[in-house]
């Protein structure tokens, strides 16, 4: 576990960038922590007098990354089927290996993924996998925020623990076991599809999610040929046949949502269903580009996802955020279709309103996840004035320029290293646990 977190401490950072309002910068800007939440966050002059521990950083400080849709335990599975299209790298590459996964596997798996995730300044996931007690245990060891939505499949063959009856009650379970946990933990519902679960278990498990008010991810027109085969088999859009069944009366998180149509964007943002944008996943498998800039139109709230690291390869929001900003402008031929503090937004606090978690922004009451970035970096320099940080942090930054993360107030990345795991032991293990997988 990492340190013990500080009962009340002052930040005080060369830029501060809020998120909201978006495009303000706080130069300098001062953080106040008291236990896992932020006291006061505002610009230096004007600040509140303060006698506790004060930390003077040089570089930028802004809230902790929000990955909305992940599986990062895959880090076991890393790069694996590459060339194959969503369809048959699920049934030949990935679903294969999954079912020689032991919970060690996903310990494991999840150690090494949280602590890529912190490392580049990613302070809360959503997570969609199996094994999820060992998933949170990782989680939780590594200090980081963890959104659990178990895996939620339909494959008889396998035997009937993995019958989606038997797997929705597991995740019911878990929710009574290990909501709250540390203060890191919500476990929601995460059916995997409309097109690997029959109706009648995508039905259930949007009552159960209504009932317990539980977040339900679920992989929403990730392909064309997804969407054109329920369209063929249906007569409907996958967001109207989620409708049909009630799905959408849940707080639903869909992810990818890239095959939508504009009648479909405007049902997204009437039912207040959140999309987790994965434009590299996207990409790499050759599935396609979310109509990013049309979703933000139409007033949906989107977050950016990872997705696993078997179809990505990496767990690195600074990239995913650069790309969706490419990708928007260049399929609109607008610079201006989509601007820096919003793009920033989505890795923040688009992010957290997707996982319903008070983060992603530095105010009075929001959780105390915080990063801290080098400005040293020769691709930081110049900066001119302060409005042009958040320019800088979606066209220039990186990863490798997160110094210090904090969650919840606890320090869990201190100059570039992650504290709370054995990032050794990490790797040797994940290096012979994917050996074994490979089978
Ligand atoms: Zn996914």
């Known amino acids: 576990m990492p340190p ?41 002059e004007g600040a509140p007098a303060f006698d506790g521990p004060v930390r003077q950083l040089p570089g930028i400080v802004l809230p902790g990354m929000v990955n909305s849709h992940g599986h990062s335990p895959m880090t ?60 949170l245990d990782a989680a ?22 993995w019958r989606w009856q038997a797997m929705l009650e597991a995740a019911l379970g878990l929710v009574e076991e290990q909501q709250g946990r540390a203060g890191l933990v919500r476990v929601g ?17 949007g009552r159960a999610a209504c009932e317990g008010d539980l977040l339900l991810s679920i992989h929403l027109a990730e392909t064309r040929r997804e969407v054109e085969a329920l369209r063929a088999e249906r007569g409907c859009s996958p967001v109207a046949h989620l409708a049909g069944l009630g799905v959408l009366d ?4 869909a992810a990818h949502g890239v095959w939508l149509e504009e009648a479909e964007l405007t049902t997204l943002a009437e039912r207040g269903v959140a999309v987790a944008h994965c434009p590299q996943s996207n990409a790499k498998l050759g599935s396609g580009c979310a109509p990013l800039a049309a979703l933000l139109r139409a007033g ?14 990496d767990l690195d929001l600074f990239e995913e955020l650069r790309l969706a900003g490419l990708l928007a402008r260049a399929l609109a031929e607008d610079p201006s279709v989509v601007e820096a503090p919003a793009l920033l937004s989505l890795a923040t606090l688009g992010g957290a309103r997707a996982l319903r978690l008070p983060a992603g922004r530095l105010a009075e009451g929001q959780l105390a996840d ?13 900066i001119l004035r302060p409005e042009e940080v958040p320019a800088r942090l979606v066209w220039s930054a990186a990863s490798h320029l997160v110094r210090d993360v904090w969650v919840g107030g ?25 050996e074994r997988l490979r089978g």
């Open 370 to 382: 915080l990063v801290h970035l080098e400005a040293e970096d020769p691709r930081l320099v110049p």
């Open 250 to 253: 849940a707080p639903v998180l």
């Open 300 to 313: 949906v709230t989107v977050g950016l996802g990872t997705d696993g690291p078997a179809s990505n390869d």
């Open 4 to 44: 013990p977190v500080a009962a009340r401490w002052r930040l005080v950072a060369s830029y501060v960038v809020p998120i909201d309002p978006p495009g303000a910068v706080w130069a300098p800007g001062v953080v106040d922590v008291a236990g896992d939440r932020i006291a006061y966050a505002g610009p230096s």
């Open 140 to 161: 939780v060891d590594a200090g980081l925020r963890c959104v659990v939505t178990p895996g939620i499949l339909d494959l008889p063959a396998r035997g009937a623990r």
């Open 76 to 135: 076991l599975l890393r790069g694996v089927g590459d060339g194959l299209r969503l369809e048959r790298w699920l049934a030949e590459a990935i679903w294969p290996r999954e079912a020689r996964l032991t919970p060690d596997d996903v310990y494991w798996g999840m150690t090494l993924g949280a602590a890529e995730l912190l490392r580049n300044g990613v302070t809360s996931t959503c997570e969609t996998y199996f094994h999820d007690r060992a998933l």
């Open 410 to 434: 606890r320090q869990v990345v201190r100059d570039g290293e992650v504290l709370g795991v054995d990032l050794g032991r990490a790797r040797r293990e994940v290096q012979a646990r994917a």
């Open 189 to 205: 519902l995460g059916p995997h599809a409309p097109y690997s679960l029959p109706d009648e278990a995508l039905a259930a498990v």
